[in-house]
């Protein structure tokens, strides 16, 4: 997954500009003998702002830019003159991008919108120059306000990806192959499990002008939110879909049980997951005969909508993209900005394709032992003398 260009978390240090410091000046000129304090302020330091960007896919712009910092401001100067203010960064992010303390993992924001700004680190203010503090009881203040601190903070930013349909199932339950039928979306498919390392977004076009977007997530198995499998690092896109589309094929073994270990996986993440709107499709119908598909109708998981599939034939994709236009509409499940951001676990080994490792118990170091044998020569050259 080096040479992935999908990048879905990038941990950066930001640090805001700091301000400028007034200044402490008397007026002097000719025939003015006493002309007063006369310091200007300094300038604000500059922001660092986030803002959401709705042609931006990934944080991959931010992969190898790992420092961002706003210039300080300039210090306050004689005759009252202000010092400029320090220049703002700006950090162009695709919506639905989480940001956490990477300290702490704590939850700081999200960008959700297009064009919406959020002033991650606030730049630190001018301070005040003497002309500020002259009264009637003090008329030479000999003193200016140094400017306000710069504030540094590391953060990550975490993608989720925002689509209306999430495809959620166990590896090659054919979720690639319902994508790529029913999109323009090319996914990578094959016979065998996780073939799909990495999250794809299709457009549905649904009866004309209509259209939704889908996303086709890595495979689910046992135990994913505890981190097996590709696990953690994808279940977060599922969390911003307004509706999930269960998916299982129909040669599975117990339908209704894998249904619950995925319906659990889910919940163990996220327990705001399980409000999510749900569809179920049995994939690959293909194989099967109307009398056997009856016969499976009889042992269903209870209380989910279920369509019987096949990618290959087109059996049922009319009726699931109805379903599915049906439950996004529903206005239960319109909005899927309401999901709890619950906190990074910075114990955890979040990523794979980033160097670095928020933090890692150190495995034990191992004695070095030499057991390379020295050839003689090298012994008679280096230690004639002994
Ligand atoms: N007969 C039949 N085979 C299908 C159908 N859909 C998918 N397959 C096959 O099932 C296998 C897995 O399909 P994928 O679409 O790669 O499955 P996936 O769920 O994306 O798998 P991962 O990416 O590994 O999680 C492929 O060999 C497909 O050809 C179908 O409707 N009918
Ligand atoms: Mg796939």
Avoid at 1 to 10: E, K, R, T, W
Avoid at 320 to 338: A, G, M, Q, S, Y
């Amino acid at each position: 997954m080096a040479g992935s260009n999908f990048i879905d978390y990038v941990k950066i240090l930001c640090r805001s500009g700091k301000g400028g410091a007034g200044s402490c000046h008397f007026h002097r000129a000719k025939y003015v003998p006493k002309g007063g304090p006369d310091g200007g302020n300094g300038g604000r330091g500059g922001h660092i702002i986030l803002r959401g960007n709705r042609n931006l896919w990934t944080l991959l712009h931010l992969k190898y830019q790992r420092h961002i910092f706003a210039t300080d401001g300039q210090p306050g100067g004689e005759c009252r003159s202000f010092g400029k203010d320090g220049e703002d960064r700006i950090i162009e992010v695709p919506c639905g991008t989480a940001v956490y303390d990477a300290d702490t993992g704590k939850f700081l924001c999200e960008v959700t919108d297009d064009g919406q700004e959020i002033k991650l680190l606030r730049g630190g203010r001018g301070g005040l120059g003497n002309w500020n503090f002259k009264s009637a009881t003090n008329q030479t203040p000999r003193y200016a306000q140094p400017g306000e601190p710069a504030i540094e903070k590391s953060v990550i930013l975490e993608l989720k990806l925002l689509a209306d349909v999430g495809l959620v199932g166990f590896p090659n339950a054919g979720k690639s192959t319902l994508l790529s039928s029913i999109s323009a979306a090319k996914p990578k498919i094959a016979d065998y499990p996780f073939t799909t390392l990495e999250p794809n977004l299709g457009i549905v076009g649904y009866r004309g002008a209509q259209s939704f977007v889908m996303a086709d997530i890595p495979g689910i198995i046992e135990g994913a939110s505890e981190g097996r499998g590709l696990g953690l690092r994808f279940l977060r896109h599922i969390e911003r879909n307004a509706v999930l589309l269960f998916m299982i094929p129909a040669d599975a073994d117990d339908i209704k049980k894998e249904y619950d270990i995925l319906l659990n996986e889910l919940q163990q993440f996220n327990p705001d997951l399980a409000d999510k709107g749900r569809v179920l499709a049995i994939t690959k119908c293909d194989m099967l005969d109307d009398e056997l598909i009856e016969e499976m109708r009889q042992h269903l998981p209870e209380g989910v909508q279920t369509v019987f599939i096949s990618s290959v034939t087109g059996q049922g994709l009319a009726e699931l993209k109805d379903v599915l236009w049906r439950t996004i509409n529903d206005e239960d499940n319109r909005i899927p900005c309401r999901i709890t951001h619950r906190d990074l676990d910075i114990t955890h080994r979040v990523t794979e394709e980033d160097d670095f490792i928020i933090e890692q118990e150190s495995p034990e170091e191992e004695e070095e032992t030499w057991d390379v044998e020295w050839p003689d020569e090298y012994w008679e050259e280096n230690y004639k003398d002994d």
